[in-house]
């Protein structure tokens, strides 16, 4: 009887505290329709297809210097010698594990 009367105890005092904390605690004002105090004044802007100029830097500096080949790219930054993917794989023939990795 003892253990029903706690259960109950337990469960009325738990409604009643719910109840005091949503009696208590305020609500948030109603909006009224329009701009509030803390809204934005204007729609961020949106970005274009270059918002940093890099692409115009980029277009300056390739009038300076030229395009250059692929085979002029080779020559240029060689791939390391001793790296072991390099040395071991052929573009032809090349396998890959399921992980995207050079088979061993």
């Known amino acids: 009887m003892f253990n029903r009367l706690g259960i109950i105890g337990i469960a009325l005092t738990s409604i009643g505290l719910l109840a005091a904390l949503g009696w208590f605690l305020p609500l948030p004002a109603p909006r009224e329709p329009g701009p509030q105090p803390g809204d934005l004044a204007a729609a961020p ?46 573009t032809g023939t090349a396998r890959l594990s399921s992980a995207g990795y050079p088979a061993a």
């Open 45 to 90: 802007p949106k970005a274009g297809p270059d918002p940093f100029g890099y692409s115009v830097a980029f277009d300056l500096e390739l009038k300076k210097i030229g395009q250059i080949t692929p085979a002029e790219f080779a020559t240029r930054y060689p791939p390391p010698k001793d790296s072991p993917v390099l040395s071991t794989m052929s």
